[in-house]
T-cell receptor, first 114, second 115 residues
Framework: DVKVTQSSRYLVKRTGEKVFLECVQD?????MFWYRQDPGLGLRLIYF???????EKGDIPEGYSVSREKKERFSLILESASTNQTSMYLC?????????????FGNGTRLTVT | DAKTTQPNSMESNEEEPVHLPCNHS???????IHWYRQLPSQGPEYVIH???SNVNNRMASLAIAEDRKSSTLILHRATLRDAAVYYC????????????????FGQGTILTVHP
């Protein structure tokens, strides 16, 4: 089974801090994604990457950046955390870029910015 | 993305079959119907997907209406571990750019399974 591991289940950070969320997948998938999940808003795509060092903005990239130096690792960076970035963050991976292949999700990181 | 409509909640008893409906009247000819579920405190989990024909896998069955405007996820024997939020979404395999990563999950159906 594909395993997508997010480094932290819970994080509490202060406003203005730089925050790193790490995600690692063990199935050599080309594509990796970062979403945030908020009540009433469903999942929203922040960034995705289809290859090492390649990235594309999703629907809500403002305030975030990403890094993919190795195929298995995709990091989400909050440059200066704000309270409106309090959310559940979900990382996912998939082997193919088209819309057929299932996305494999991690268990999420619940980030609270105070 | 074409919109899907699901009931807010459903209940079932353990060991009984569960039929979770999804309406997608604006589905396009190239949209695949995907189902995911999200157990408490976990990320979404892929369940099944299909285009026109009914599909079966180890987790569930997917029944797709002939006009494709609706589908039903069937759990043949519900267990307590099937209690989750079930999401029906449409994905276009030809969509480029951000579309292929963009999953519009909506609110889903909260399934409660009683012992």
């Amino acid at each position: 089974d594909v395993k997508v591991t997010q480094s932290s289940r819970y994080l509490v950070k202060r406003t203005g801090e730089k925050v790193f969320l790490e995600c690692v997948q063990d199935m050599d998938h080309e594509n990796m994604f970062w979403y945030r999940q908020d009540p009433g808003l469903g999942l929203r795509l922040i960034y995705f990457s289809y290859d090492v060092k390649m990235k594309e903005k999703g629907d809500i990239p403002e305030g975030y950046s990403v890094s993919r130096e190795k195929k298995e690792r995709f990091s989400l960076i909050l440059e200066s955390a704000s309270t409106n970035q309090t959310s559940m963050y979900l990382c996912a991976s998939s082997p193919y870029p088209e819309g057929l292949s299932p996305l494999h999700f991690g268990n999420g990181t619940r980030l609270t910015v105070t | 993305d074409a919109k899907t409509t699901q009931p807010n909640s459903m209940e079932s008893n353990e060991e009984e079959p569960v039929h979770l409906p999804c309406n997608h009247s604006t589905i396009s000819g190239t949209d695949y119907i995907h189902w995911y579920r999200q157990l408490p405190s976990q990320g979404p989990e892929y369940v099944i997907h299909g285009l026109t024909s009914n599909v079966n896998n180890r987790m569930a069955s997917l029944a797709i209406a002939e006009d494709r405007k609706s589908s039903t996820l069937i759990l043949h024997r519900a267990t307590l571990r099937d209690a989750a939020v079930y999401y029906c979404i449409l994905r276009d395999p030809n969509a480029g750019g951000t579309s292929y990563g963009k999953l519009t999950f909506g609110q889903g159906t909260i399934l409660t399974v009683h012992p």
